[in-house]
């Protein structure tokens, strides 16, 4: 990572790295390296010295999550070109998937190797000093010893199960994401020697405390009586393994009699999927490696040899202790001023809804008070006829499938959208499915072919006689959980032609409709991408015609190569273009000829950059576009996607004000060039440090923030 202090340079001059010379490959990133590159951001946050020691440990699980779910897609998917016969097949950027493959693998072992060091060597080591001690096995004194023997016994024993390998039994299949110990055996006498596989239990939790404060892996802790699980034999030797396998599902709903059934086979399926990656702790012998590679049919390239402890995704069990002295300062989310009280003393979202559209921005406004109220108030109330409601992603325990699930009980018309197809979530989601279904609900899975990622919830309730719709449209899930740590944005609003359009694509989810046309939301796959390059090429018009003209977007990927063209073209006439981009950039920033009013940066801080924002100058009159959905492919082909025109003054006020000041951070702020590397942005020696997450969290006033198109193409 390299940091410096000029990355709040104007776009254009001396950080247009690249003359443009026409050729096609030379126009985009790589989006694989690009995703590694984020990863890469993570770690670095993690690296901070400055921030309190279990932040940095949530960080470092942060990174193992991601990478974990890097090989289970995309690692996978290059695999399974090459396996198919496609290895030299192109990717955007001119490369082939053997060379892409190459390279990653190279890559996520260099980062994964320095993730790993930065616990053992930094982060473990402070955490011990400020009495959370990661105690390894060789560390333990006698009466810790003995304290572990007996947990053993009482708590783990009765659960294992050593397998061993012999022509008698084969070598056993090691489930994905498994954390294992490869053990030695030998032998009475030593006339022969054995290999047998121990998994470690994921439901036992991995750490255990003989004493306060002190800190064991499970597998420590196993492999210390390993005696007892094979008594009579010699223990020679035994070492830590975790294996990653192929995750993402292919399901063909449009031949599926019953998706849920299908989908649940395909999850069994994904049991003996391949492996793809296998991480073993340095000093682990030839041999065994050797066996391990041969039996999960693996290269060398795909083994990540790793300092100190494995699966670091376990650090949430140590930042979940009471330790307020070792994190960062509680942040309590506030009611959004609009939503005042109502006779029961909790907001009456219906009323500030009626009263104007109300933009709720999350984690800073609460959740709780807004949108989850939202719904329980639907839920209660007696004139609400019928509420409609997608669900990509929840939690566990949700209060938001609880209202549902009484609403439905009380009588109204309750159809509840739930897409068993969201990656990784496609068990707990069937669970709710079901759940829904039992109390009552009308669940449907979407349109055939589609993923269902819009953020959509309509309330139709009586009024006078009359019937008035409310809606919620969102840049975020309807999960409790995750609104207290992303970065979200929705509007809540009674319009009348916002209601309709929703109601018109409720019937387009649930039954035959094959509506096309809507009076103010855009939907992907039908003419999203199209919209989107149109605004983009209205901005363009303005500045060939000599006028200011200004974009600003904010999304967590952008990779359509269209939507990239459109923006080169609009810089190329001279429109200032700045894009925020929290994960991939496919587009090369900066390139002389081809990008020179284009600025990429990236904000990664406490809470996770989420929402998707679309924002044009308009001559004065600005478009602003919030939604569900990133500039990819998969988003505005594959998915069905909203964007929803923000109209009322003061909510885009808010929003232009929230971007003007994302583009004055210089805390927690990445520039990108024109050859993919970051940049950390630092405050300059007259600058004052501006935090984004913690402007927002003090509630400072964002008045005098305004995004305007300037010659310079500094600050906002």
Known sequence: MTSSTAAAAP???????????????????????????????????????????????????????NLDEFFMVRVAGLKRQMAAGMAMTTSADGLTAQEQLRRVLGRAAEMSARHAALFSDEIGPGLGSAGISVTRGARLTDRQRK???????????????????????????????SLNL?????????????????????????????????????????????????????????????????ADLEVDDDGAEDLLEALEDELMRRRISPAVRLEVEEGVPGYILALLRRELQLDEADVMRLPGLLDLQSLWELHALDRPDLKAVAFQPQTHPALVPGDDGLPDVFAAAAAGDVLVHHPYDSFATSVQRFIEQAAEDPRVLAIKQTLYRTSGGSPVVDALVRAAGSGKQVVVLVEIKARFDERNNIGWA??????????????????????????????????????????????????????????????????ADVSRLFNVLTGYAREKDYDGLIVAPRGMRERVIGLIERETLRARAGKPAR??????????????????????????????????????????????????????????????????????????????????????????????????????????????????????????????????????????PVDLQGWLMQRLPLDGMLLEPRGDGRGA
């Open 182 to 246: 490869a053990v030695i055996v030998e032998d009475p006498g030593g006339a022969r020697r054995h290999f047998a596989r121990i998994k470690v239990p994921p439901l036992l939790g991995r750490f255990f405390s003989p004493e306060p404060g002190v800190f064991v892996p499970l597998e420590d802790v196993i492999a210390d009586n390993l005696k007892r699980l094979f008594p009579g034999m010699r223990i020679i030797e035994h070492h830590a393994f975790r294996v990653v396998r192929d």
């Open 434 to 499: 079901r759940v829904l279904e039992q109390a009552g609900c009308h669940v449907v899975y979407g349109v055939l072919g589609l993923k269902t990622h819009a953020k959509l919830c309509l309330v139709v309730r009586e009024e006078d006689g009359a019937l008035r719709r409310y809606v919620h449209v969102g840049t975020g899930n309807y999960n409790p959980a995750t609104a207290r740590i992303y970065e979200d944005l929705g509007l809540l609003s009674a319009s009348p032609a916002l209601g």
């Open 551 to 688: 974009i600003v977007i904010k999304v967590n990927n952008l990779i359509d190569e269209a939507v990239i063209d459109a923006l080169y073209a609009a810089s190329r006439r001279g429109v200032r273009i700045d894009l925020i981009v929290r994960g991939i950039c496919a587009l090369r920033p900066r390139v002389e000829g081809l990008s020179d009013q284009i600025r990429v940066r990236s904000i990664l801080g406490r809470f996770l950059e989420h929402s998707r924002i679309f924002w044009f100058a308009n001559a004065g009159e600005p478009t602003v576009l919030i939604g569900s959905a990133d500039m990819m492919h998969r988003n505005l082909d594959r998915r069905l996607e909203t964007l929803v025109a923000v109209e009322a003054d003061d909510a885009k006020r808010r929003i232009e004000a929230v971007l003007a000041l994302s583009l004055r951070d210089n805390v927690g702020s990445w520039d990108l060039d024109a050859d993919g590397g970051w940049h950390r942005v630092r405050p300059g020696r007259d600058e004052e």
């Open 11 to 65: 776009p254009s001059g001396k950080r247009s790295v690249r003359r443009w010379r026409g050729r096609s490959q030379d126009r985009y990133l790589n989006r694989e390296l690009s995703w590694l590159e984020f990863n890469e951001r993570v770690l670095a946050i993690a690296s901070q010295p400055e921030l309190p020691l279990l932040e940095r440990a949530k960080f470092l699980a942060i990174f193992a999550t």
């Open 147 to 177: 304290t572990l023997h007996r947990m053993f016994v009482d708590r783990i024993f009765p659960v294992l199960t050593p397998l061993a390998v012999d022509p008698g039994h084969p070598f056993p299949y090691i489930s994905n994401q």
